[in-house]
T-cell receptor
Framework: SQQGEEDPQALSIQEGENATMNCSYKTSINNLQWYRQNSGRGLVHLILIRSNEREKHSGRLRVTLDTSKKSSSLLITASRAADTASYFCATDTTFMNRDDKIIFGKGTRLHILP | DTGVSQDPRHKITKRGQNVTFRCDPI?????LYWYRQTLGQGPEFLTYFQNEAQLEKSRLLSDRFSAERPKGSFSTLEIQRTEQGDSAMYLC????????????FGPGTRLTVT
């Protein structure tokens, strides 16, 4: 079954607004990563947050992690047309249990309206 | 370094045929991952290697699938007796050792089974 599950599945906002996506997961993790995939292009790593970190920033991106709730959020501030893409969270459980692997969620499709 | 490369980029095959895909990771990356992605879904983990050792295989990887990384550099993914359900994008990624590093993805091989 899917470890990470993003919410919402799809999001449309006006350019300049902030976009927030959430990710929930089921088992203990080493770290959680967010990736972006533009239409027809490969996956690009955005940010990694370790299980002992609570918040991380990278440019216009802000990621939070709440291990007690097994959830993470990705905030994109001052959105741009180029932010239109699918965003995936990926949880890393390698070496933690028998079912260790890196698992991606189904993604949030973000559309920035002009 | 030009990043992760995959060959071929597209493959059309008839049901029942065998296909083999190749992935060349970033040269200093010990870890290599294979994923499968279908339309509207996130990447599904198939298997990963640390150097030449295959450390984990997903239950998605049926007996018709086999992956190798004989010298700890490039990897091949073979699908025997292809089925229409195998049609998907096959993604390869590499990273430094340990799960706390970002994965760099290749462009993928799109497989169409007719």
């Amino acid at each position: 079954s899917q470890q990470g599950e993003e919410d919402p599945q799809a999001l449309s906002i006006q350019e300049g607004e902030n976009a927030t996506m959430n990710c929930s997961y089921k088992t203990s993790i080493n770290n959680l990563q967010w990736y972006r995939q533009n239409s027809g292009r490969g996956l690009v790593h955005l940010i990694l947050i370790r299980s002992n970190e609570r918040e991380k920033h990278s440019g216009r991106l802000r990621v939070t992690l709440d291990t007690s709730k097994k959830s993470s959020s990705l905030l994109i501030t001052a959105s741009r047309a180029a932010d239109t893409a699918s965003y995936f969270c990926a949880t890393d459980t390698t070496f933690m249990n028998r079912d260790d692997k890196i698992i991606f969620g189904k993604g949030t499709r973000l559309h920035i309206l002009p | 370094d030009t990043g992760v490369s995959q060959d071929p980029r597209h493959k059309i095959t008839k049901r029942g045929q065998n296909v083999t895909f190749r992935c060349d990771p970033i040269s200093e990356h010990n870890r290599l991952y294979w994923y499968r992605q279908t339309l509207g879904q996130g990447p599904e983990f198939l298997t990963y290697f640390q150097n030449e050792a295959q450390l984990e295989k997903s239950r998605l990887l049926s007996d018709r699938f086999s992956a190798e990384r004989p010298k700890g550099s490039f990897s091949t993914l073979e699908i025997q007796r292809t089925e229409q359900g195998d049609s998907a994008m096959y993604l390869c990624a590499s990273s430094l050792p340990g799960g706390a590093y970002e994965q760099y993805f290749g462009p993928g091989t799109r497989l169409t089974v007719t």
